[in-house]
């Protein structure tokens, strides 16, 4: 009756939808859908779409709309529903999505209710596809999301494939210590048509600069410009490190289907700007994947080291602690873009800021394929032939690149730059309780011994790491909060590199 009353009127009441809509929305609640014969409801149903399909047209100038949400859960409980009303739906999302404060809850249950409500795939998938569509469109920036729906969607899809959103970003969502673990096929919905723009997003060297001018010019209140960018990038990382992982276990062409360029690193020969330019943008696309796959394994650790892993996210517990985007076979491939960095830093650094920030590029993606090493490594019982193999491939890189750095600190004018990056190495294995630091460093002894020039302050720090002794009886999860301390570090500077390079500023962080 109220549908159709209101149906009946030329023009929509809109003062009064928000009372009645919240009304609706609490009866619906008491009621048991349900348990309701599905001929019953259909006359409602069908009201309630034509209705919804007059709302939509009037939702920005109404208040109270977020109770079209509960509605919806509610309707789509109801035994037989038509699929008609699946477009309006989708709209209220949509509308939801860009305008209205979401919940973990509400998209949980809506993506699940549509699994059970409909028989056929696409009408399951239907306003799952949407939500994924929103998201996708905030990544490319068509469509302007309140951060906190951003980093609610961005977290439901990579908790969604089997990931964890690290703690203190979202109260809602974070570290998942309230998450029940329901499959909602987010992910299935992203996986097919939108992988691309994910990596897109990802090895735009702009993207954060675009994320901080957008969120300054925006109206409503949120986090801060500076560093939300750099957070979105760490999430998205880990969802595509996942994605890619799971594809690299069935293809072992994944790789070179979203990486092709990998196995191809400009030579001596056909180095110029644009191809030095090209190297730094597939070294930092490589440093996001290795940071979402170490983030992924240091929170995983964490969550079951720490016992907050509780019965219901025993996916936790069955996931694989070293998800491996990037194959280890692919070290002297990775090696050679990092030569191409270091031969023609010297030449190429007064091109552009770009340029300048390749340095800091190419030291952070040795460091990050160094503890990523280390951890797949870790997998294999110490002195294994899988345990070794992996150690001769990291023995391997470091013999390609260390003559590399030696000849840039050659350069009296880089010394002092190439000393601090590489200090600013040695201490990171330190930070992150790498077992290896110690077979690494006779390798790193020329390069150690040049530094004749460093402070007496370098020389402590110097001193400190060449005198560190890991702990082999460390327990995991101790060891993964300083790996997840590190990696979260590591990657505010990553974010600000980038922001501050696209702006053409300036800045180095050692």
């Not at 951890?375 to 690149?401: C, D, G």
């Not at 840039?408 to 200090?423: A, Q, R, T």
């Not at 077992?435 to 007496?456: D, E, H, M, R, Y």
Request: aromatic content about 8%; hydrophobic content about 45%.
């Amino acid at each position: 009756m109220l549908a159709e009353t209101l149906n009946a009127k030329k023009t929509l009441p809109v003062d009064l939808l928000p009372v009645i809509f919240r009304n609706l929305a609490e009866y619906l609640q008491s009621v048991p859908v349900d348990c309701i014969a599905g001929s019953v409801w259909s006359p409602v149903i069908q009201a309630l779409d034509s209705l919804l399909r007059r709302v939509i047209l009037i939702l920005s100038n109404m208040s109270g709309a977020e109770h079209l949400l509960e509605i919806m859960v509610s309707l789509l409980k109801v035994p037989q529903l038509s699929k008609s009303i699946l477009e309006p739906f989708s709209k209220v999302i949509s509308y939801a999505i860009q305008n209205l404060h979401l919940t973990q809850k509400v998209l949980v249950e809506i993506c699940n209710l549509s699994g059970r409500a409909f028989a056929k795939e696409r009408d399951k998938l239907y306003l799952g596809r949407q939500i994924v569509f929103d998201l996708v469109q905030a990544l490319k920036f068509k469509t302007n999301v309140p951060d906190n729906n951003l980093l609610l969607l961005v977290g439901f899809l990579l908790q969604d494939a089997g990931g964890i959103l690290p703690p203190g970003i979202i109260g809602d969502i974070s570290g998942g210590e309230s998450f029940v673990h329901i499959s909602c096929h987010i992910s299935d919905c992203m996986r097919q048509p939108y992988l691309n723009d994910i990596l897109e997003f990802l090895a735009d060297f702009h993207t954060l600069s675009k994320i901080k001018n957008l969120k300054a010019s925006g109206t409503v209140p949120g986090l801060c410009e500076d560093t939300i960018g750099g957070v979105l990038k760490g999430a998205i990382a880990q969802y595509l490190a996942l994605e890619m992982s799971r594809g690299n276990s069935k293809d072992s062409r994944t790789v070179s289907k979203y990486l092709p360029w990998l196995n191809n690193a400009p030579s001596s020969l056909q180095q110029g700007p644009k191809e030095f330019t090209e190297c730094v943008g597939h070294m930092r696309l490589l440093s996001w994947l290795l940071m979402g796959s170490l983030t992924h394994t240091a929170l995983v650790v964490r969550r079951i080291g720490t016992g907050t892993a509780t019965p219901h996210q025993s996916h936790l517990r069955n996931s694989p602690l070293i998800i491996q985007p990037v194959p280890q076979e692919a070290s002297c491939h990775i090696a050679d873009h990092v030569q191409v960095i270091f031969a023609g830093f010297a030449e190429q650094s007064k091109t552009s800021v770009l340029h300048m920030s390749s340095l800091f590029h190419a030291f952070t993606l040795c460091q990050l394929w160094t503890v990523y090493l280390e951890q797949v490594a870790s997998l294999a019982a110490i002195s294994s032939e899988a345990y070794n193999t992996t150690l001769s491939v990291l023995f391997e890189f470091w013999a390609k690149v260390t003559p590399c750095i030696l000849q840039l600190v050659s350069h009296s004018k880089l010394s002092e730059s190439v000393n601090l990056h590489f200090l600013g190495l040695l201490e990171s294995l330190k930070e992150t309780r790498s077992t290896i630091l110690a077979k690494l460093l006779p390798l790193w002894t020329p390069v150690l011994s040049s530094n004749t020039q460093l402070s007496g302050t370098l020389h402590v720090r110097l001193q400190n790491c060449r005198d560190a002794v890991p702990n082999l009886e460390e327990q995991d999860f101790h060891a993964s909060e300083a790996l997840l301390k590190w990696l979260q570090r590591l990657q505010f500077k990553m974010g600000q590199i980038e922001l501050q390079s696209s702006t053409a500023t300036q800045f180095y962080s050692i």
